[in-house]
């Protein structure tokens, strides 16, 4: 779905894109994800939530990316017959809860570690998210979250990085009349250094198709992707992405494609449980 999921509730993969989204859930959840990147770089991701009696939904989360193996070359671009390795991961903790009135919030806490060879960096991130349930018509949400505020603790080199702070904005709504949730979003829309259009491009558009009680299938667009592979040639399908969840008793098992242009795919599968 383009990673519209800012304003989607009641999903565990959506607490990455706004920590509210946990809040009134009524279920444990688990999750487990693999990520066929570009190139030979693979992810994953291990998620837990559960909620607690005056406390609200808490979560835990555990993202992990490895770029594969390099090959050191000299100044001269000549190999020296060393190789190393390059691999990130991200350790969160955080929890959702309703403020009443159609509000609900939520915040997470991040441990970010990324490691280069014999090199090293860390950060540590707070994320904050608010959904609004609209009053005025059924099965719509809003969804606003700011994520990445927070700063390194150890850096590459001598120049102390800045974390890339974003504010985005989303809506999520489920047709009345067709089995279909429509989803959209700005991303990074408090960006100081571009104009109110170039903000305005950074959208994502999104849905999600009940083909039947167990079958659901996703189709998105990312316009900022599609921008970004402009240079390297085909565009047409550059940011499109699309997939499928099938329900089997408390399981739900995912797959999803994107497209990036002559960069390449990315594939990803995964399962959820509730209990």
Do not use: C
Not at 129 to 145: N, R, V
Not at 178 to 202: C, E, H, I, N, Q
Not at 228 to 255: M, N
């Amino acid at each position: 779905m383009a990673g519209n999921l800012f304003a989607v509730k009641n999903d565990l993969h959506a607490v990455f894109y706004n920590p509210a989204a946990l809040s009134g859930s009524s279920n444990h959840q688990w999750t487990i994800n693999y990520v066929d990147h570009l190139l030979d770089f693979q992810g994953g991701l291990l998620g837990y939530a559960q909620p607690i009696s005056r406390v609200g939904t808490v979560h835990a989360n555990l993202i992990y990316f490895n770029y594969g193996e390099f090959q050191e070359t000299d100044e001269f671009g000549i190999r020296t017959g060393r190789s190393f390795g390059a691999s990130e991961f991200a350790l969160s903790v955080g929890m959702s809860h309703t403020l009443g009135e159609g509000f609900d919030y939520g915040v997470t806490m991040r441990y970010i570690f990324s490691s280069l060879d014999t090199y090293n960096a860390s950060a540590i991130a707070l994320d904050a998210g608010l959904i609004y349930t609209a009053g005025f018509m059924k099965d719509l949400t809003f969804g606003l979250s700011l994520l990445n505020l927070g700063a390194t603790l150890d850096n590459y080199t001598d120049v102390k990085e800045k974390l890339p702070v974003t504010l985005n904005i989303g809506f999520a709504k489920r047709l009345a009349h067709l089995p279909l949730l429509l989803t959209g979003s700005l991303v990074d829309v408090a960006a100081s250094d571009d104009s109110f259009t170039d903000r305005m491009k950074r959208f994502s558009i999104g849905g999600e198709f009940d083909l039947s009680s167990m079958i659901q299938f996703r189709l998105g667009y990312q316009n900022e992707v599609n921008r970004a592979v402009k240079p390297l040639g085909r565009t047409v399908l550059g940011g499109v992405s699309l997939g499928l969840g099938i329900h089997w008793r408390q399981f739900r098992f995912d797959y999803a494609f994107s497209n990036y242009g002559d960069l390449g795919n990315q594939n990803r599968i995964g399962i959820t449980g509730t209990f």
